[in-house]
C-alpha cells in the first residue's frame, strides 16, 4: 500500500522556521521524482519545490529561492522541506508527491498544515 505521510507543520510566528517532513512507503522511493506542493485557501495550488530521484538536482519556486530547502534520504524513505523566513502569505497546506518518469504514477500525502502568524 503506497503511503506518503506528512509531518512538522503548525503555527509559526513570521520570520519562522519550519521543517516538513515526508515519510514514503509502499513504492521504490529511489525511482520517484518528489515534490512539495502547497494550496491557501481560496488559492490555486502552488509547485513550492522538486528534487529529482538521486537528490543531485533541485528547483524552487521564484517565491522560495533562497529560503526553502528540499532534500531526501534514499535509504530512509523520506524528504523533507526547510523553510526559513516564513511570511503570512504562505500559510497553506502542504503536499507531498512523488511521480515516476517511467510508469507515470503519482502519489499524494494528505498535507501538513502551516500557518504563518503573530
Known amino acids: 500500500q503506497v503511503q506518503l505521510v506528512e509531518s512538522g507543520g503548525g503555527l509559526v510566528q513570521p520570520g519562522g522556521t519550519l521543517r516538513l517532513r515526508c515519510a514514503a512507503s509502499?513504492?521504490?522511493?529511489?525511482?520517484?521524482?518528489m515534490r512539495w506542493y502547497r494550496q491557501a485557501p481560496g488559492k490555486e495550488r502552488e509547485l513550492v519545490a522538486r528534487?529529482?530521484?538521486?537528490?543531485?538536482?533541485?528547483r524552487y519556486a521564484d517565491s522560495v529561492k533562497g529560503r526553502f530547502t528540499i532534500s531526501r534520504d534514499n535509504a530512509k524513505n523520506t524528504v523533507e522541506l526547510q523553510m526559513n523566513s516564513l511570511r503570512p502569505e504562505e500559510t497553506a497546506m502542504y503536499y507531498c508527491?512523488?511521480?515516476?518518469?517511467?510508469?507515470?504514477?503519482?502519489?499524494w500525502g494528505q498535507g501538513t498544515k502551516v500557518t504563518v502568524s503573530s
Open positions: 509502499g513504492f521504490t522511493f529511489g525511482y520517484y521524482v
Open positions: 528534487i529529482s530521484s538521486a537528490g543531485g538536482s533541485t
Open positions: 508527491t512523488a511521480h515516476s518518469d517511467y510508469t507515470q504514477d503519482d502519489y
